[in-house]
């Protein structure tokens, strides 16, 4: 299993190139399954979960190609369906990757029925999918459960109707609006995700014909079409991998300059980090990021995390390894994912002093941090470990690296680039 091993101390200085974002191009690909002409997104990073998706899609008959053949290397993803595609998505196929169930919605929309594996448990929580299946029944659907599969069917298509999602759910969010965009009449969702990557999904579908009203706010009005067309969109960047290499120029004490990246994406982040004393210089195409003084440390300030436009639990594990060298304490909150702290006892490894008691974690800034084996268990602790590793006096190996590459591109080039010392081992 590959592990990557970093020597810490450098600060970091050159250009990080921020990728497309993995949550908005996971929706989007599922979304080509509305229509049966091709969808062409561009900005599509290289990523596991991506790949993931696309077996999926290909499994169940979509032809798919990069930059324009089947073997392709590129950013650039086509994705055509047809009429006769297969509705199920296996077990093998939705458990390596919860988001998977995102093609539910526009596969019963489509073709009437659905088998999708329920996700099960994941490393960060139960994670249910109770409220995606809720929605779809406001609009028609009669759901079984059966042998671990949920199977939905909607003999006379889907109707418009209204649902209020008890606790904003993001992919619950999408799975309802691609659904809806081919039911008939209108449906009224309300209490709704608004991050930035739901912006990008209607946006896309809407090119595709879609008649969607409020997309960023925390209504969505959706008047129901015959058929959607195809389309040709640019992934919005990725806000999360945009953070964690602003906390990683934060905690190594750089200077980095981010390029296809939008401060806009982030605007609580932004603003508590600059209380933290990183100051941003916007740029042409992106900005620097650095420390406002470099001579002193960064102050501990706390945080809890929320829906969109408030902080993302993405986000959480990354600031977290950067309070940890902060001056003074601080307390981080964690409300969306109840099992969300499993950096902790690695971050405690490499002399970090934190206290949890339930959803708060409680950080005594301490002096430095020591190189350690550590291991990770999920996506976003890994790349919280990495950001320690790099501050970390002497050798950190991060195991399990195949976390990272789930949701982080080329990680270890983009940051030997700033002059990082990180390199893959087997
Ligand atoms: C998405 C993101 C993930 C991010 C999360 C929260 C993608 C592919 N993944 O995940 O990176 O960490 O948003 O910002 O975009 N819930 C239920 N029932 C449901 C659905 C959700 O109880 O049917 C709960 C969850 O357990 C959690 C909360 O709602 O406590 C929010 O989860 P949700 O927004 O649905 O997360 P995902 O969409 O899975």
Redo the contacts with the bound molecule.
Sequence with gaps: MDKLKIIGGPGLKGKIQISGA??AA??LMAASLLSNETITLKNVPHLVDITTMANLLMHMGLEISMNGTNQGIGHTLSLKSNDSIETKATYDLVRKM??SV?VMGPLLAKHKETYVSMPGGCAI?????????KGLEALGAKVTLEEGYAHLIAENGLVGGDYEFP??????TENIMMAACLAKGTTRLFNV?K?P?IVDLANLLIKMGAKIEGAGTQTLTIHGVESLSGATHDIVPDR?EMGTYIMAAGITNGEIEITNGDLTLLPTVVDLLKKTGLEFIEKDKGFIVRRKDPKKPLKAISVSTN?YPDF???LQAQYMAMMVTAEGDCTITEN???NRFMHIAELLRMGANIHIDGSVATVKGVKELIGADVMATDLRASASLVLAGLAAKGETIVHRIYHLDRGYEHIETKLSECGALVERTH
């Design positions: 993995k949550n996971l929706p919860r988001a995102l929580g139960t994670r249910p999918i109770d409220l995606h299946l606790v904003i759910s993001v992919t619950g995700a991050e990557e999360i829906p993302p639990t993405d969306i994912f109840e």
